[in-house]
Structure formats: structure tokens, C-alpha cells
């Protein structure tokens, strides 16, 4: 009881006198600008942190996953191209292209096992699929070595690798993408549910300490007859200068945050899924023409796959109608142009991505009619480009849209993530040094006046 009372007389006692009232507010800005700091401090090194993960490893190990995943059925799309030639020219070209791949996939496959982000998880899925591709590769070349001899087995080992890759390959790349998903989605949820606390703390603090420098003004204002105090107007400029700013960097870090999630790296993960399903369909085509006239399953799969991305049945007028804004049919192209308004340059890129698989749609046609029309040898050289080079031309356009779309995607991402990181660079320790300066700010404005009152 009688430290409760002397502390109670104490605090009465200071605010009796002007200077002890002075003394007390001094104190108490002191106090508020240390808070200040903190939260400030902390909730920009935390809306850091949330951004790092996402865009420095979450979003990177999705696209590796990702893109391990296009390498792969690029390569099983190669091989099969290999084997159809035989001997051809087309044949060595493929046979060139396979290893080049291969050697980018064993890279990204090392890089990728350095540097797991996210557990044992991830670091087995990683390990299981390099082993995986040593045997495929291993099938791939048992099948090449029987089909150069003449052997049929040959053409079995290769549609075991295939059936190897699609079946337990694939599967693995797809549990580590999905693992870095949830991450990326528990990220992102956690950042934008700390927006609200951030803003709380950082506009509470802000407000606090602002209404306590305007009471020491006016307090002055009224006790000393001063209107201005220097330091004190300041100080309060700074304080709503760093709060303001902070407010809207939050703001426009949240918006950037949220258009590299949601439109740029949404949209890049479709583009780099559709270029894997292009090469997979390749593979289909390649596969039916060597399964000599047994291969309607390898035309089923080839459809199926098409509508993944839009109607194997598409047509001219489905295209303009869909720039125009009346989509009529479903799939991840689709979903692009839901995304993209009309007439936007985004639009237009998924216009570009349609045509080519038109043109794509309409050699493999042609590829089919001839094989079931009897011109097999016609068919081969349609598909390899021995000669007629109008399918292979029709492919490769596909996949260069597809790709010059996911480039362009993954650079509005990465513009996103570096103004969001340029919005808070510098700005936790902008809270430190505006609040140490607002506490020497105040200090130097009633020192003076305090000072007045001593005998």
C-alpha cells in the first residue's frame, strides 16, 4: 500500500507543476517512440520475410518442379522422335536435342537437391527422381540400341519408359510442386491475414504518438504563450511522414504481392503447363505412328490431352469469337482468357497460343489421314520433317508462343516482387532512426522550457 501511494503522489506531484508535466510528456514520447519503432521494426521485417519465402523459395521450387516436369516429357518426346527416324537426319537432331536435355535436367535436378527449402519431404521426392531418370534414360538407350540392331523389342522398352515416366515420374514432380504449393498458399494466407495486425500497430503507434507531441504543443501553446515549438512541429512531421508512408507501402506491397500470386505467377504456371503438355502430346503422335496401326489408344491420349488446353476440335471461328470476348469452350486456355480483358495485350497472347494449336491440330490431321490412308513412309516424314517440314514447323511455332508467354508471364512476376521489395527497402530501420530522431527532436523542444522554470 504505501508504494502504491508514493508512486500515485508521484505522478500527481509531477503534474502539478508545468515542469513537471513537461517532464512527463518528455517521458512518455520517449516511451511511445521506442514502441513506435518496434512495431514499425517488426512489421516490415516480418511482411519481408512473408515476401522472401514466397517469391525467394516457394515460388522458385514450384517452377523447378515444374519445369523438371516439362524437361522430362520434352526428352520423352525426343526419344520416341529418335526412334521413328531410325537413321534419318531428323533422327540425329532429336538424338542432340535428347542429351542436351538431359544434361540441363541432371543440373536442375543437383541445384534443386542443394537447396531444399522445405524438408525431408522435397529432398526424398528430389533423390527418388534422380534415381528414376538414371533407369529411364538407361531404357531409352536399351530401346535405341534394339531398333538400330531391328530388333521389336526395342519399340516395348521404349513404351515401358514412357508408361515409367508418365506413371511414377511425373507423380513425383507433382508432390513436389504440391508440397511447395501449400507452402506458397500458407504464406501468402499468413501475410495477408498480418496486413490487418500490421496496420494496427504501425497507424495505432503512429496516431499515439503523434496525439501526445500535439498535447505537448498545445500545452505549450497555452502555458508559455509559444504558438510554435520547432522541434515539436518536427517531430510530428515525421511521425506522420513515416506513418503515411509505411501506410501506403503496405499497401502497394499487399496489391504487388497479390498480382504476382494471383495473375503473374498463376499465368506462368499455366503456360509452363501447357508446353509440357505439348510435348506430351508429341510423344502420342510420335508413339501412334510407331505402334504401326495399333496405336488408336495414342490417338485417344493425344485428344485428351489437347482438351486439357482447349477443344480438339478447334476452329477458326472459336478463336475469334474468344478475342472477342465469347468464349465457348473450357480449358486452361480458357482459364487465360478469363483472366485477360478483351482487347489486352495478356488476351492477345492466348489468341497467339490458340492459332498455333490450330495449325498444330491440322498437321496432325494430316499426319493420321495419311497413316490411315496407307502413305505410312508420307506420315513419318510429316511428323519428323523429312522433307515436308510443315508439322514440325506447326510444333515448334506452338511451343515458341508458349514459351515466349511463359517469359513474358515470369517477368511481370518478377517486376511485381521487386516493387514490392523496393517499397520496403530501408523502411524498418527508417522506423528506428524517425523514432530515436523524434525522442532527440522533443528532447531539444522542452529541454528549453524546462529549464525556464529552474531557480
Given at each position: 500500500m504505501p508504494t502504491t501511494l508514493n508512486t500515485s503522489s508521484g505522478i500527481r506531484g509531477l503534474t502539478?507543476?508545468?515542469?513537471?508535466?513537461?517532464?512527463?510528456?518528455?517521458?512518455?514520447?520517449?516511451?511511445?517512440?521506442?514502441?513506435?519503432?518496434?512495431?514499425?521494426?517488426?512489421?516490415?521485417?516480418t511482411a519481408r520475410s512473408s515476401l522472401n519465402t514466397i517469391a525467394r523459395d516457394a515460388v522458385p521450387s514450384i517452377v523447378t518442379a515444374q519445369t523438371v516436369r516439362v524437361k522430362l516429357l520434352e526428352m520423352d518426346a525426343l526419344a520416341t522422335q529418335e526412334f521413328l527416324a531410325g537413321g534419318a537426319d531428323s533422327g540425329a537432331a532429336a538424338r542432340q536435342r535428347y542429351e542436351t536435355i538431359r544434361r540441363e535436367l541432371s543440373e536442375q535436378l543437383t541445384n534443386a537437391a542443394m537447396n531444399i527449402s522445405f524438408g525431408r519431404d522435397e529432398q526424398s521426392a528430389i533423390e527418388q527422381l534422380m534415381n528414376h531418370v538414371q533407369v529411364y534414360t538407361g531404357m531409352v538407350e536399351a530401346a535405341r540400341t534394339n531398333n538400330r540392331m531391328g530388333y521389336p523389342v526395342g519399340a516395348a522398352y521404349l513404351r515401358m519408359a514412357s508408361v515409367m515416366l508418365h506413371d511414377t515420374m511425373l507423380p513425383l514432380t507433382q508432390s513436389i510442386d504440391q508440397l511447395n504449393v501449400r507452402q506458397l498458399d500458407s504464406e501468402y494466407a499468413s501475410f495477408k491475414s498480418g496486413t490487418t495486425m500490421r496496420f494496427a500497430l504501425i497507424g495505432g503507434g503512429g496516431v499515439a504518438l503523434l496525439l501526445v507531441?500535439?498535447?505537448?504543443?498545445?500545452?505549450?501553446?497555452?502555458?508559455?504563450?509559444?504558438?510554435?515549438?520547432?522541434?515539436?512541429?518536427?517531430?510530428?512531421?515525421?511521425?506522420?511522414?513515416?506513418?503515411?508512408?509505411?501506410?501506403?507501402?503496405?499497401?502497394?506491397?499487399?496489391?504487388?504481392?497479390?498480382?504476382?500470386?494471383?495473375?503473374?505467377?498463376?499465368?506462368?504456371?499455366?503456360?509452363?503447363?501447357?508446353?509440357?503438355?505439348?510435348?506430351?502430346?508429341?510423344?502420342?503422335?510420335?508413339?501412334?505412328?510407331?505402334?504401326?496401326?495399333?496405336?488408336?489408344?495414342?490417338?485417344?491420349?493425344?485428344?485428351?490431352?489437347?482438351?486439357?488446353?482447349?477443344?480438339?476440335?478447334?476452329?477458326?471461328?472459336?478463336?475469334d469469337q474468344a478475342a472477342r470476348g465469347n468464349v465457348r469452350f473450357s480449358g486452361l486456355f480458357a482459364n487465360e482468357l478469363a483472366a485477360a480483358p478483351v482487347g489486352s495485350p495478356e488476351r492477345q497472347q492466348v489468341i497467339a497460343a490458340l492459332s498455333a494449336l490450330r495449325v498444330y491440330l491440322e498437321q496432325d490431321a494430316r499426319i493420321r489421314t495419311f497413316d490411315k490412308g496407307g502413305r505410312r513412309q508420307e506420315a513419318v516424314n510429316l511428323a519428323l520433317g523429312n522433307g515436308t517440314t510443315e508439322a514440325q514447323h506447326s510444333f515448334d511455332a506452338f511451343t515458341g508462343v508458349l514459351s515466349a508467354n511463359l517469359n513474358r508471364a515470369q517477368a511481370t512476376f518478377d517486376a511485381s516482387i521487386a516493387s514490392a521489395e523496393g517499397n520496403l527497402r530501408f523502411l524498418d530501420w527508417a522506423f528506428v532512426i524517425i523514432s530515436l530522431l523524434v525522442a532527440a527532436l522533443t528532447y531539444f523542444g522542452l529541454t528549453p522550457r524546462i529549464n525556464e522554470y529552474r531557480v
Amino acid at each position: 500500500m504505501p508504494t502504491t501511494l508514493n508512486t500515485s503522489s508521484g505522478i500527481r506531484g509531477l503534474t502539478a507543476t508545468t515542469p513537471g508535466r513537461l517532464r512527463l510528456g518528455m517521458g512518455l514520447v520517449f516511451l511511445l517512440a521506442i514502441g513506435f519503432a518496434i512495431a514499425g521494426y517488426l512489421g516490415v521485417t516480418t511482411a519481408r520475410s512473408s515476401l522472401n519465402t514466397i517469391a525467394r523459395d516457394a515460388v522458385p521450387s514450384i517452377v523447378t518442379a515444374q519445369t523438371v516436369r516439362v524437361k522430362l516429357l520434352e526428352m520423352d518426346a525426343l526419344a520416341t522422335q529418335e526412334f521413328l527416324a531410325g537413321g534419318a537426319d531428323s533422327g540425329a537432331a532429336a538424338r542432340q536435342r535428347y542429351e542436351t536435355i538431359r544434361r540441363e535436367l541432371s543440373e536442375q535436378l543437383t541445384n534443386a537437391a542443394m537447396n531444399i527449402s522445405f524438408g525431408r519431404d522435397e529432398q526424398s521426392a528430389i533423390e527418388q527422381l534422380m534415381n528414376h531418370v538414371q533407369v529411364y534414360t538407361g531404357m531409352v538407350e536399351a530401346a535405341r540400341t534394339n531398333n538400330r540392331m531391328g530388333y521389336p523389342v526395342g519399340a516395348a522398352y521404349l513404351r515401358m519408359a514412357s508408361v515409367m515416366l508418365h506413371d511414377t515420374m511425373l507423380p513425383l514432380t507433382q508432390s513436389i510442386d504440391q508440397l511447395n504449393v501449400r507452402q506458397l498458399d500458407s504464406e501468402y494466407a499468413s501475410f495477408k491475414s498480418g496486413t490487418t495486425m500490421r496496420f494496427a500497430l504501425i497507424g495505432g503507434g503512429g496516431v499515439a504518438l503523434l496525439l501526445v507531441l500535439c498535447y505537448m504543443q498545445m500545452f505549450l501553446s497555452r502555458r508559455m504563450r509559444r504558438t510554435f515549438n520547432m522541434p515539436l512541429i518536427a517531430a510530428s512531421a515525421l511521425v506522420v511522414a513515416v506513418t503515411g508512408y509505411s501506410m501506403v507501402s503496405m499497401i502497394s506491397v499487399g496489391g504487388n504481392l497479390a498480382s504476382a500470386r494471383e495473375q503473374s505467377f498463376a499465368s506462368a504456371y499455366n503456360w509452363l503447363t501447357a508446353r509440357g503438355t505439348a510435348y506430351d502430346t508429341k510423344t502420342d503422335q510420335s508413339l501412334y505412328l510407331i505402334a504401326l496401326g495399333a496405336g488408336a489408344r495414342y490417338e485417344t491420349s493425344m485428344k485428351e490431352k489437347v482438351a486439357r488446353l482447349a477443344p480438339a476440335d478447334l476452329t477458326q471461328e472459336m478463336i475469334d469469337q474468344a478475342a472477342r470476348g465469347n468464349v465457348r469452350f473450357s480449358g486452361l486456355f480458357a482459364n487465360e482468357l478469363a483472366a485477360a480483358p478483351v482487347g489486352s495485350p495478356e488476351r492477345q497472347q492466348v489468341i497467339a497460343a490458340l492459332s498455333a494449336l490450330r495449325v498444330y491440330l491440322e498437321q496432325d490431321a494430316r499426319i493420321r489421314t495419311f497413316d490411315k490412308g496407307g502413305r505410312r513412309q508420307e506420315a513419318v516424314n510429316l511428323a519428323l520433317g523429312n522433307g515436308t517440314t510443315e508439322a514440325q514447323h506447326s510444333f515448334d511455332a506452338f511451343t515458341g508462343v508458349l514459351s515466349a508467354n511463359l517469359n513474358r508471364a515470369q517477368a511481370t512476376f518478377d517486376a511485381s516482387i521487386a516493387s514490392a521489395e523496393g517499397n520496403l527497402r530501408f523502411l524498418d530501420w527508417a522506423f528506428v532512426i524517425i523514432s530515436l530522431l523524434v525522442a532527440a527532436l522533443t528532447y531539444f523542444g522542452l529541454t528549453p522550457r524546462i529549464n525556464e522554470y529552474r531557480v
